[in-house]
Every structure is written in structure tokens, then in C-alpha cells.
């Protein structure tokens, strides 16, 4: 392990910190393997709430401008472009830039070289359902999505559509997992999430805010969603299920209204990241009406 070895300095934000060849450097022990569930439960002094991976230049500087404290940032050690934007500042407040060696990136990635950046930060203190909510008017509820993939691709969808908030139950994935961010381009991490109850007792929070509850679902008998009528200034979630099984009986029960989009075809249904990016965009059609 070397210091400060690199063209650049901390000061303009270029080079890195460390040189590290081996795979075995404590330095470098949160990116191998990329697990983020340890990661998330195992915090320490320099992040008491745990860690998380951010995964490529842009979902880096978008987390850093998030607001997201960068703790170290894995770099190929013979990286020659900048480093993503707000790692210099985050250097000064003393994040470590690490160039990886060729032995170190390939245990990591497989490849004996990597284009992008890897990410290590330190969690948010959890959000409260109540403070996630303040102030806003259109968020999406997440029952059973189990995989980050699809979580990643609702928040990246459903916010570009006009969602505010993400809240979760306890059997979804968590929305700061690697696979999570990158496929939500860092959408993930700049959209204010909070964990809820189990549904559907846990929506109390968003009925005493005053928030009316639209499940989504394909089923014959639900009310299409483009035919639905809302003041603009009405406060909605937008309650999506799991791949597959949907929504459990028990929350559509709960939900103010039961809602489907229609499709053509021989296509049942869309992709639950999809399908919140629609309603999300029929909800803000129906605000302007």
C-alpha cells in the first residue's frame, strides 16, 4: 500500500490517496465481494447508521450531491480521467480516494480493469414515515418488491414522473442496495424513503396525513386509471406490488380506490417499475384536469 503516489493531489481532485495491490488490505474489504447487507449492519464510528455501495461515476456524484458523506471512493489505479464530480470536496472533508491495482479490481470485478468508480458511504440516520411525507403530495408505497432491481426501477421511473417519496415495507429491499442505485441512476438516493409497518396497518401514518390510497392492480373489476378524477392539490400514494402476486388481498381491501392500466394485447401486465412511472404520470394528468 502506497500514499499518495498519483499524478494530482487532494487538492484538485484528481490521483488518489492509497495504492493498494492486495486483495487482503483492509482498505479496500468493503468493495470485495459487494455486500451490501453487511454493509448495511455492521456500523462503526465513522457511520453509526452502517454503509452502502454507490455503484459508477454518476450514481457517485449524484449521491455526494444528495448530501450523502463519501467515506472512500475505489478507483483503477490507472485512471486517467476526472473523478466524478464532488469527490474533491468530499476529500476535504477527509473521504480517501484509493487506486486499486490490477490484482484488486479483478477480485472485485472479475475484469483485470474498470472504467467506472465504486462508492462507500455512510448511511442516513432512517427517515421517519411522517418526515418523508412533510410537504408533499405524491408518493409510491412498495409491498413485497423483494428485489432491488425493481425498486431501483421504480424510483427512477416513478420519480421522473412526478412521485416525491418512496416508502417500503418491511419485505421490500432496501432502496440504498447497490443493485438498488445503479439501476435507478442515483434517483434512489436523492428521493426521501422511509421503511413503513406491515401493510396494510402500516398506511395509518399516510391516512393521518391525509393521503388516499390508490392500489394498483390488473384485475378486470379495477377502476381504469386514466378515467379517475383528483383535485390538484389532493395528497396520493400510489401502492404497487411484487413481480407476480401483486399487492396481498388485504391491502387492495384497505386502498381507497383499486386502479389498473389498461393494456393491449396479449400482455396481462407491466413491469412493477413500469407501472408505477404510468400512474405516477396519469396522477399528474388527473391533477391537471
Keep these: 500500500m502506497h500514499r499518495n503516489s498519483a499524478p494530482g493531489t487532494p487538492d484538485d481532485g484528481e490521483g488518489w490517496d492509497l495504492l493498494v495491490d492486495e486483495v487482503g488490505a483492509p482498505a479496500v474489504q468493503p468493495f470485495v465481494g459487494l455486500r451490501d447487507r453487511p454493509l448495511r449492519d455492521q456500523p462503526g464510528v465513522d457511520a453509526p447508521h452502517g454503509r452502502f455501495l454507490a455503484e459508477g ?13 463519501l467515506l472512500s471512493l475505489l478507483v483503477d489505479a490507472r485512471r486517467e480521467r476526472a473523478l466524478p464530480d464532488g ?72 420519480v421522473a414522473m412526478g412521485a416525491q417519496a418512496l416508502l417500503v415495507d418491511p419485505t421490500s429491499a432496501d432502496p440504498l442496495y447497490r443493485r438498488a442505485t445503479r439501476v435507478s441512476m442515483g434517483e434512489a438516493l436523492a428521493v426521501p424513503h422511509a421503511r413503513l409497518e406491515v401493510l396494510p396497518g402500516g398506511l395509518a401514518p399516510l391516512r393521518e396525513a391525509g393521503f388516499a390510497v390508490w392500489a394498483l392492480t390488473p384485475a378486470d373489476d379495477a377502476e381504469d386509471i386514466s378515467r379517475v378524477r383528483v383535485a390538484a392539490d389532493a395528497k396520493v400514494a400510489l401502492m404497487v406490488g411484487a413481480e407476480g402476486p401483486g399487492l396481498t388481498p388485504a391491502s387492495q381491501q384497505a386502498a381507497d380506490v383499486r386502479v389498473r392500466i389498461p393494456v393491449s394485447g396479449a400482455v396481462d401486465s407491466l413491469n412493477v417499475g413500469a407501472a408505477a412511472a404510468v400512474a405516477a404520470y396519469a396522477l399528474g394528468r388527473a391533477r391537471d384536469r
Design 57 to 69: 461515476d454518476a450514481v457517485v456524484a449524484r449521491a455526494l450531491a444528495a448530501g450523502h458523506r
Design 87 to 158: 469527490v474533491a470536496s468530499a476529500r476535504s472533508t477527509g473521504a480517501t480516494v484509493i487506486g486499486a491495482g490490477p490484482g484488486v479490481i479483478r477480485a472485485i470485478t472479475g475484469a483485470g480493469s474498470h472504467e467506472g468508480s465504486l462508492g462507500l458511504f455512510a448511511r442516513p440516520s432512517p427517515m421517519t414515515v411522517g418526515r418523508a411525507l412533510h410537504g408533499l403530495h405524491t408518493v409510491v408505497v412498495a409491498e413485497g418488491v423483494v428485489n432491488p432491481i425493481n425498486l431501483g426501477l421504480i424510483a427512477r421511473s416513478a
